[in-house]
């Protein structure tokens, strides 16, 4: 198989990101160097828009996370919604996700985190290599972190550039890319929307 034929099997086997999928990204140190030693944005370039995220105090309750895969050519290739239960004892936070996709499939992924000094986060799930690693600034939260992928028979490992917005109390955007290779291989667009107050479990 060639690096064609494999980039494509790889793009057809992609779910969904992290924090949602949750979530690329190697060893702490590693993932520091992606989040200031490549081209494009910064997360500094953010630090004066508002309003300002505090991720304990977004992903804290009952989130839910409407999203879309997009393949290489920009189609659609899956729909899948997202409820997420998330809870703090201090430092430490707890986002266990529930996905259901539109062929009616259903996923469960747990992430772990730590919160950092200088608004930075690490965090761990089962099909994450490593850490992930990840800073906030001003409104903007962004999340790196390598996903082990499973592919006929293989495991590949797939590298996530996730980038959040947060919109206003309830709402934030989420847009992550996938590469291999130094090659994108599709990218995740996700709607997440904090439940009111007295809101709990799962029912959608």
């Known amino acids: 198989m060639n690096r064609r034929q494999s980039l494509q099997r790889i793009s ?17 140190g590693a993932g520091a160097g992606l989040l200031t030693g490549c081209a494009g944005p910064q997360l500094s370039d953010y630090a004066a828009q508002t309003p ?6 977004y992903f804290n309750g009952i989130v839910d996370a409407w999203g879309v895969f997009t393949d290489r050519s920009g189609r659609v290739v899956k729909r899948f ?4 239960d998330c809870q703090w004892q201090g430092d430490e936070g707890v986002l266990d996700e529930a ?10 992924r747990i992430w772990k985190l730590k919160a950092l000094p200088n608004g930075r986060y690490e965090g761990r799930a089962d099909d994450v290599v490593g ?9 903007t939260f962004r999340w790196q972190y390598t996903l ?13 550039d996730d980038w959040m917005y947060l919109m206003d109390e309830q709402v934030m955007l989420n847009k992550a890319v996938m590469r291999k290779w130094g090659v ?10 904090r439940r009111g107050p007295h809101s709990s ?3 959608s």
């Open 201 to 203: 479990g799962r029912v």
């Open 184 to 193: 994108t291989l599709g990218e995740v667009t996700l709607s997440f929307k």
């Open 12 to 28: 057809q086997g992609l779910a969904a990101p992290l924090l949602v999928r949750t979530s690329g990204l190697a060893a702490l």
């Open 99 to 108: 996905f259901t996709y539109s062929d009616g499939v259903q996923q469960r």
């Open 52 to 57: 300002v995220l505090d991720l304990r105090t």
């Open 81 to 84: 919604k997202v409820v997420m």
């Open 148 to 160: 082990a992928l499973p592919v006929d028979g293989t495991v590949w490992e797939v590298q996530f």
């Open 131 to 139: 850490l992930a690693a990840g800073g906030v600034s001003g409104n």
